[in-house]
């Protein structure tokens, strides 16, 4: 009998050295096999839970054949994953409408894109959710969470019934895939920090007085700052009275320079402030300011007393 013969039916695209393939031919272990030859389809890293779904493997069988394939060498050492390049890739519609064919992830995903978006997916839109999910590696349940999120803080942003852009969920992916949310509990705790901050920032603009406009983007990232860094509402007051005491009225750049002091020396609570500062500082009492601000003017001083109530009302 004639002996048969077997060659791929397309030109070969991949470049796997010779020593690479005799170690996995006599690995023993098909998983190492199916992975190793996964991870050559793309150019960045892809983590155990993505290559778990995508090879149909249970997730420990992925983590035993990634320790097999790097006791043999053939795993790259690097822990740190790249970073997401600056644009999505120009994905052929061709290959799209294949790829929609043969992963119902993604094809399921394209059906909730649109129930998100109220509308059909145009070719455009298309290219960048595929990009998403192909190019930036974010799972489809992910994807789905983040689309939500941003359709809820644009409608709370612009209004009601206003929805974004696909552009704007592309630049929302990107943040997402920079901070590494490519499990649904990570998504949750991104969005219930996120949240947080959000509700410490509306507070500390009310506590500042500022009831009659919205926060500029210089004024937001002052306090979103300040929040990152640790700081209580209280701690952040005694920084807006220090200001006022000194300049007569709210200079954002001064304020910042005395937080950015305060956090510099370790010192974040009023406690820690009065001990470390190296100056007497008054605690925020029920009707009364701190025995700095007794030199402010009448109009600021009456200000800061309203302020001062409020917060304990608060409490």
Same mark, same amino acid.
């Given at each position: 009998m004639a002996k048969e013969e077997y060659i791929v039916s397309s030109p070969a695209c991949v470049s796997i050295p010779v020593s690479d393939v005799d170690m996995l031919l006599q690995c023993g272990n098909d998983d190492c096999i199916r992975m190793y030859l996964y991870l050559t389809r793309w150019d960045k890293p892809r983590d155990d839970v993505r290559i778990s779904q995508d090879l149909h493997l249970p997730l420990k069988s992925v983590q035993e054949a990634g320790r097999q394939l790097r006791r043999m060498g053939l795993l790259s050492d690097r822990t740190a994953p790249s970073a997401p390049a600056e644009e999505l890739p120009q994905y052929d519609a061709g290959y799209i409408a =294949? !790829?929609? !064919?043969?992963? *119902?992830?993604?094809?399921? &995903?394209? +059906?909730? =894109?649109? +129930?998100?978006?109220?509308?059909?997916?145009?070719?455009t839109e298309l290219q960048k959710l595929f990009g998403i999910y192909d190019d930036l590696g974010l799972p489809a349940e992910v994807i789905v969470m983040m689309m939500n999120a941003c359709k809820e803080e644009w409608a709370e942003k612009y209004g009601p019934g206003r929805i974004p852009t696909m552009r704007q969920m592309e630049k929302e992916a990107y943040v997402w895939a920079r901070l590494e949310i490519f499990t649904l509990e990570q998504a949750e705790t991104h969005l219930t920090r996120r949240q947080e901050k959000k509700d410490k920032v509306l507070s500390l603009k009310r506590a500042l007085g500022i009831r009659d406009r919205e926060l500029s983007a210089t004024e937001k990232k002052y306090l979103e700052e300040w929040v990152d860094l640790g700081f209580s509402q209280e701690t952040i007051l005694l920084a807006y009275d220090r200001t006022v005491t000194q300049t007569g009225g709210l200079k954002w750049p001064y304020m910042n320079k005395i937080i950015a002091s305060w956090h510099q020396k370790g010192l974040h609570t009023p %406690? %820690?402030?009065? +001990?470390?500062? #190296? !100056?007497?500082? #008054?605690?925020?009492?029920?009707?009364?300011? *701190?025995? %700095?601000?007794?030199?402010? *003017?009448? #109009?600021?001083? %009456?200000? &800061?007393?309203?302020?001062y109530e409020s917060i304990q009302k608060e409490r």
């Open positions: =294949a !790829r929609t !064919r043969e992963d *119902p992830r993604f094809r399921d &995903l394209v +059906q909730e =894109a649109g +129930q998100i978006l109220g509308r059909r997916l145009s070719t %406690e %820690e402030i009065a +001990q470390g500062d #190296g !100056r007497r500082t #008054g605690s925020v009492r029920k009707g009364a300011l *701190p025995s %700095e601000s007794r030199d402010i *003017p009448g #109009g600021e001083k %009456e200000r &800061l007393m309203k302020i």
